[in-house]
């Protein structure tokens, strides 16, 4: 059976099939949970959420919208020595902008404590569980290995009883961390080593965010982790790969304690080159100062590339794209650029900045000529208004739009050529004027008044086409140029991640800018014309002190944008 027989039913799959959805629509069709779907995003509060994570969010919202169900948040915060109230308060934030709302269900793990210990008490009189007093070493020596089964806890056989008064006592707080931990009494012979009668509690004297001191023991991630789980009523617990082998361990559980049991699906994380998406090493790079804190706009969590200028039309687009697999790939960065660039081609208001600015003096302009304005539109096809751009007798273009001796193919500027200034008029290089050392300092050129507009007064081809802003009326601003933060393809695979650093991965540079971008707020997202897409920085742009992030250069859209306006 296709799959579009097999949902040609109340639920219709939308156009990325991936295995998670014909699996939820199987269980729809099939009456499971009486055709309910909720899903969860479960993240640990113990780091910013990175690329990595907009896969899983838009995978468990996704699932949930597609199928009338519901998306619970839920923070694991079982492990109170590494999470904070800022990573909660930033994960919400990264959620909602992404596009996703959890409505009413924000959950912790830590408001089940009191659940899970009476569950794990259930399974100590089931005869399931018992307190363990090994140390952490002697229950790694003794856990066995791939090959060989582990060998039984003297501690093992403890009675009911015993066991009952032992996990209460360690609840009171009598034991030093460390010293015990309750155990489920599964097989120390199964050849899946997490069956090895593992770890349900352990004994941490921590602060916890939420509960501050009641407790001083904590629920292990996969006893805590399963059994929330069940308690929300989830019904598709959706899960990256390594947890394939925990699979077993969960249904053990659920099943002893003959709770609902959810259904884990294992999906493959997603993997980009050039990238880490491992939070302990994004940790280092936060804490060792090599970018200045998670929201370095090279950095590939959420709240970076937000900053840097990312949207979360293109992120959610980027994570569509990519599908929902069962087995590992890498994805190249550059397919996140792509998207991004798709999104703010089609919506990104254009302007004029020259980042490296050479300054040009129309010789046969008017000194004393200011009333020189000109209505550019925003977007050269939607549209989204006009904005005053301003001419006068010097001004900058980019350094690099000017060459002495011009290469085999260059239509820029060079000595005795002729360009277009964007939607303003045509101008052709006189004069090279140089500094004692050699460097160019300006260049003399000619205008032609009759050119005005960009159009061509006797329909004489031109080819060049460049930006421009006008020097008495640019806007001095800083101009952050952002590039890939390691040199290396999969930095993750390296001996040390931090070898591969890409010391070119930022640049900054004083620009020019037109007037119009004096005050544009902070977040705001625009095309500098032929250099790229950036983003007013959410923290360091000022009114008047205007400073940009580069998200991404361009690709082709100026070749196309050039062709048009040269039949004008
Ligand atoms: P890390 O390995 O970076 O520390 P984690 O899995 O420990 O990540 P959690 O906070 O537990 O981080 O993750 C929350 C959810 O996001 C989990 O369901 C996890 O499977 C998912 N997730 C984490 N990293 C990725 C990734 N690279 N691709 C897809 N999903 C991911
Ligand atoms: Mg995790």
Redesign the pocket.
């Known amino acids: 059976m296709t799959t579009s027989e097999k949902n040609s039913g109340d639920v219709s799959l939308s156009a990325h099939v991936n295995f998670i959805r014909v699996r939820v629509a199987e269980d729809i069709a099939s009456g499971k949970n009486a055709g309910r779907v909720m899903t969860r ?7 910013y ?5 907009a ?3 838009c995978l468990n919202f996704g699932l949930s919208k597609e199928f009338a169900g519901v998306t619970n948040l839920r923070f ?1 915060d079982t492990n109170p020595a590494k999470e904070e109230v800022e990573y909660v308060e930033s994960i919400m934030r990264d959620v909602k902008w992404l596009g996703f709302d959890w409505e009413d269900r924000l959950y912790y793990a830590s408001d089940y404590f009191e659940k899970l210990f009476a569950y794990a008490v259930e399974l100590i009189k089931k005869g399931k569980a018992y307190v363990d007093d090994q140390s952490a070493e002697e229950i790694r020596a003794n856990r066995g290995t791939l090959k060989q089964p582990g060998t039984n806890s003297p501690y093992r056989d403890r009675s009911v009883e015993e066991n009952l008064e032992l996990f209460a006592r360690m609840r009171a707080g009598e034991f030093p961390d460390g010293t015990r931990v309750l155990r489920a009494k599964i097989d120390m012979a199964s050849p899946n080593v997490v069956m090895r009668d593992p770890a349900l509690y352990r004994i941490k004297h921590v602060h916890h965010h939420r509960t501050g001191d009641a407790w001083c023991i904590y629920p292990m991630y996969d006893f805590a982790h399963c059994l929330s789980d069940s308690i929300e009523g989830v019904t598709h617990s ?3 790969l390594e ?1 394939a082998n925990n699979r077993p361990l969960y249904d053990w559980i659920l099943d002893e304690l003959g709770v609902f049991h959810p259904q884990q699906i294992e ?5 980009l080159t050039h990238t880490v ?4 090493k ?1 940790i280092h790079l936060v804490n060792e100062g090599i970018t200045t804190g998670w929201d370095d706009p090279r950095m590939p969590t959420l709240s970076g590339i937000r900053r840097r200028g990312f949207t979360p039309e293109a992120m959610r687009d980027f994570c569509e794209r990519i599908g929902v697999a069962r087995s590992d790939n890498m994805v190249e960065y550059g397919l996140l650029e792509h998207c991004l660039r798709e999104d703010l081609n089609a919506r990104a208001p254009r302007a004029m900045a020259v980042l490296r600015p050479l300054k040009v003096v129309i010789e046969n302009y008017p000194d004393d000529k200011t009333d020189d304005v000109f209505d550019f539109p925003w977007h050269p096809e939607k549209d989204m208004g006009m904005r005053k751009v301003p001419f006068s007798k010097v001004l900058y273009i980019e350094q690099d739009d000017f060459r002495e001796v011009p290469p085999k193919g260059y239509h820029r500027l060079y000595p005795g050529n002729e360009v277009r200034l964007r939607y303003a008029y045509y101008i052709t290089c006189r004069e090279v004027v140089k500094d004692a050392d050699g460097n160019i300092t300006e260049l003399r050129c000619t205008y032609d008044p009759e050119s005005r507009g960009g159009g061509s007064p006797d329909g004489r081809k031109i080819k060049g086409t460049l930006h421009w802003v006008s020097a008495a009326h640019a806007v001095d601003a800083e101009v952050r140029l952002y590039d890939l933060l390691f040199t290396a393809s999969n930095p993750g695979a390296e001996e040390d991640f931090t070898s591969c650093i890409n010391p070119k991965s930022l640049e900054v540079v004083r620009a020019k800018l037109e007037p119009a971008l004096a005050d544009s707020a902070p977040g705001w997202i625009c095309q500098f014309e032929r250099l790229g897409y950036f983003c007013a920085d959410e923290k360091d742009s000022k009114p008047g002190a205007p400073v940009f992030n580069r998200a991404a250069t361009l690709k082709d859209t100026w070749g196309k944008i050039e062709k048009k306006q040269g039949g004008k």
Do not use: M, Q, V
């Not at 998406?277 to 302990?280: A, D, E, H, Y």
């Open positions: 995003f479960p993240p640990e509060p113990n780091g959420l990175h690329i990595g994570h896969k899983s969010i694991d959706i899960c990256t947890f999906f493959a994380r997603l993997n998406l491992s939070k302990r994004l």
